[in-house]
């Protein structure tokens, strides 16, 4: 599985859009990029994914570059509750298992 | 909204039990699979299951661990006899099906284990 490569932390002021990056440089064309967080040991809750596209949903929006090297999730009104630990995670498109990093811690601030 | 549910949510054992963890999967989900996280650490990749067989297990998943369907519901993960390096969080993970959908996995809140 390609590696990612995140910040092991970020801080955010409520509000305010927050803007996580990830490296894959090494990604190949049948990896897709999926991005989960864990709030504080609780399950991974799952957030977005892509594949080339540029997607948004409920929760948040992902850029992806055009050579795929990188990505940037975005949550665009961050609140205290989004303060969790967000995982970058590129996985093949034939296997569902997730190999979980070391993530970004992002932090919320009022 | 659906969920995954585990039991116990917290398991108090002294080395050499056994120790049976219970996950309730999402209704008509196929795919089932187990995580852990050691305190403070990344969370590791156990096993994968579908169709009542093993897909894919990891180094960490030996002779020591088990899983299966007992009922057909329930998917348990049974460690035969604990040691203090299983004490860590875990994490039970489902999905739907192969084709189609976001391809997620719903995480339940997991069990957190304590080996003495």
């Known amino acids: 599985d390609a590696k990612t490569t995140q910040p092991p932390s970020m801080d955010c002021a409520e509000g305010r859009a927050a803007n996580l990056p990830c490296n894959h440089s090494t990604i190949s064309g049948n990896e897709y990029v999926y991005w989960y967080r864990q709030i504080h040991s609780q399950g991974p809750q799952y957030i977005i994914h892509?594949?080339?596209n540029n997607e948004t949903n409920e929760m948040a929006s992902l850029i992806i570059t055009e050579d795929r090297k990188s990505s940037t999730l975005i949550l665009p009104h961050a609140t205290l509750r989004d303060t969790a630990v967000y995982y970058c995670i590129v996985r093949p498109g034939s296997n569902y298992k997730l190999t979980f990093g070391k993530g970004t811690l992002l932090t919320v601030n009022p | 909204e659906p969920e995954v549910t585990q039991t116990p949510s917290h398991q108090v054992t002294q080395m050499g039990q056994e120790v049976i963890l219970r996950c309730v999967p999402i209704?008509?989900?196929?795919?089932f699979y187990w995580y852990r996280q050691i305190l403070g650490q990344k969370v590791e990749f156990l096993v994968s299951f579908y169709n009542n067989e093993i897909s894919e297990k990891s180094e960490i998943f030996d002779d020591q661990f088990s899983v299966e369907r007992p009922d057909g519901s329930n998917f348990t993960l049974k460690i035969r006899s604990t040691k203090l390096e299983d004490s860590a969080m875990y994490f039970c993970?489902?999905?739907?099906?192969?084709?189609?959908?976001?391809?997620?996995?719903?995480f339940g809140e997991g069990s957190r284990l304590t080996v003495l």
């Open positions: 209704s008509n989900h196929l795919y």
């Open positions: 993970a489902t999905r739907p099906y192969a084709g189609g959908g976001t391809g997620e996995l719903f």
């Open positions: 892509g594949l080339k």
